[in-house]
């Protein structure tokens, strides 16, 4: 499992172009800006240029300039606070940094378009999708309002959207959100433009509509030489999709070329640490994620040599010095010194230490046993209190004593509420939740409250999760208060400090607030707070997808390490399948409420039983783009149905290719079809 | 075996004086806040602060034009308009302070608990709401007034002030519940019901400090609602009754048959009370900031 691998069918792919100069080519661009803190430099000569129907993707964690990049190509920075000293931006041969606003104006939308991460709040919810489609063309092409109404059918038509003219009068609130952001490229199509910018395009989606819509956008391309830049922090989308790739770090590019050379030969010590610390589904898994330490250095101060040196683990004398941009033996470029020295294989990235630990259930009496359990939501309010949505229905399992149990699924298949009912946020409407042989249901006010303690729960959201008003020194220490684990304030003080460098934070940080604190900082206070409690079983409620690649592996670590330490059980709720088989000893798989598949975690990922976990496995990207360019699109077909028109039979009848007239009749009941492997359809 | 995270700089540490930071960090919170003290000592010290007795009726000089004796001229009974401001501003500050303080933190307590327990509990408290809401707020006072005994506590008529505090409830319980509302759904909250903390733990220490924006918005609004409701109450002869000094009786009395000849009769008072109202605004606004741990540097 070498990064340093022979050179792979030497370029497989060059991008197909006119051979003409380049369409945009961004040379030193510099974009500052000015806080109360001091000068922000979100971007520190960046160069780089897009061919015309290439597909370029910039990757980079938050913070790494890619979204002030692609803001500062469209002008679109806040114009009292972001100014660009220094840099070139040339577009088909015009100078964007020169241009007025009124020209700039005519240019968005038309020559450029721009595609953004949230199809739920890009969209105006107060105008139909008919009028945000036709506006660009009326304004930037003059076009009529017929003209633009059979325009605007016609994009509908190519982005895939079925009924092209019913749906021009719908409303976004109408449409789901990937077709919402189908409506998006719609509108990013509209007006022919010569290059769109897709700003996470596919972050808040699932990974069956993810593909969908990229697939949707690399045809589309194709078809119409479109250049695409796509900004994302998801390796795997960009080895399936990009034809080139710029890796940004701090502000700076760290490493450019083509996206086999990326992937298969990195140049550059961060790009090979940022392919390392995902986990991944085409490898087996290792031991311990290979992780980056340490955060990312702070914008403000200025400093001088390489930007990733005090992370970097081949740290040399002259990595004092600002390395600059220089031409590699792969073709691209690396801002690295010793890149020729990576190039000879002399440095590799370590492996990780420590053989793999499995972890491993420690007793065969199940600490969580979760019976029939079904929770309906009422809609609608007022007086028609009758119509429910059925979040979860019938779901059973057991979490033994030191176990993991991943829970995967697509947004809106229940995996959450399962959590919550399991933490005693919401009340089942059917079912038993058993922790440790108590009844949840039944239990006294007083079992409860010891219950509370031993089921804790670590969130998805780390800006959210923790109270601002508190420091985390009050956050940590309140359990301690509450529940009078410590006797006296030092030693609940000292406790705290303890907690907090289990977690790997210094205990000074007990002063500070939570905003003043990074994102992966947050998630570790956010540990810190349930291990207070001192509980047994912890629900991990997409504890690591809100965090930079780097910073996940580094959290994934932890818990693991918690859980060899304190003997913890979790429930890991995530929609990553990478990271749930990295982490997990098994399985579950939900769609729509109900549970799809139950294994092993090894002879799921390997031998999956039910068709919609094959789909799903199927649609995740690998970070691999040898793999990845080489595999055909299997793409699953249509959307999650409406949670209020639930389809009968099989919940997954309606999109599974092997679906049957029987499927769509009896509910599949969930049968173990090998020893311990559970599989809800009558077809394996 | 734990990660190790780089060297961070140690959190400044914590002014020991309290006042000087905040007065570094919100100049102009600073200013108000001198205003509001000063206020506060002429309310306290009216005595001795006073140039003449605000009651003392002199015929020798109705209707004085402001002057070296008389600073903001005499009313109509010939009595001293600055005296009577001084004494003026206790009142204001014993009625329209406490009401108002009183009033919103009563609808703060009830909006967010309506807001946590929602359901049954929050449809009833909404409703409840929502009644007392039909009236308009002077006429809810007067029926509180009327209903009321008189009971006075140390000159103070603390049924005037419940009279004024009713009405405010059910206007700062809405702004409240909105925004408790948004702090319901944030996880932290879940994280400390899922932790087994009692409800009031979790609305005292989780929600409240979270909904302080609109609290202290509304809080400091109202004192001004309060100030001219004591004014419309005492002019109804519900309120704080002549000869005793108050701002909206000095501008709703008989100021309004003389505002012609003599319009420093009504130009002072109103003076007084914009800056008392702008100063409680400006003071907390620069309050709700300060006490926001994102907005510290």
Redesign the interface.
Known sequence: MNIVETPLGAQAREPKTDAAAPLLEVVDLHTEFVTARGIVRAVEGVSFTVRRGEVVAIVGESGSGKSVTALSIMRLLPRQSARIPKGRIVFDGRSLLDLDDEQMRKLRGRDISMIFQEPMTSLNPILTIGLQITEPLKIHLGMTDAQAQARAVELLGLVGIPDPEGRLEQYPHQFSGGMRQRVMIAIGLACNPKLIIADEPTTALDVTIQAQILELMKNLSRKLNIALIIITHNLGVVARYADRVIVLYAARVAEQGSADAVFHRPRHPYSMGLLRSVPRLDRPRGAKLETIEGLPPNLVDGSSGCRFAPRCPYRIAVCDQEPPLSPTDTGGFSRCHRHAEIATGKITWAAAEGKAEITAATSAEPLLSVRNLSKYFPVGGGWRRDRVVRAVEDVSFDIFPGETLGLVGESGCGKTTVGRLILHLETPTKGSIRLAGIDLASATAADLKTMRRKVQVIFQDPYSSLNPRMTVGQIVGEPLHVYRIVPGAQQAEARVAELLENVGLRREMAERYPHQLSGGQRQRVGIARALAMEPSFIVCDEAVSALDVSIQGQIINLLEELQRKYGLAYLFIAHDLAVVRHISLRVVVMYFGRIMEVADRDTLYREPLHPYTKVLLDAAPVPDPTIEKGREPRLIKGELPSHLAPPAGCVFNTRCPIASQECREVVPPLEQKKPGHYAACIKV | ??????A?P??RSREPNLLLDFSRQQPLGAVSFVIICAMMFAGVFSNLVAPYDPLTIDFASILGAPSWEHWCGTDAYGRDICSRLIFGSRTALVIGFTSSFVGSTLGAVLGVASAYFGGKIDDWIQRFVDILLAFPLIVLALVVVAALRKFVVGGVDVNLIFAIAIPIIPRVARVVRAAALSVRV???V????????TDT?IIF??MA??V?APYLIMLTAFIAQAILAEASLSFLGLGVAEPTAAWGLMLSGNAADFYREAPWMILFPGAAISLAVFAFNLFGDSLRDYL???F??
Do not use: C, E, K, Q
């Not at chain 2, 075996?1 to 780089?6: E, F, G, Q, R, Y």
């Open positions: 075996m734990t990660i190790a995270l780089p961070v140690a959190p944030m996880p932290y879940d994280a400390a019901r899922a932790a087994g903390y733990r220490r989780h400090p979270n302080v926001d741990p994102r510290r540097m």
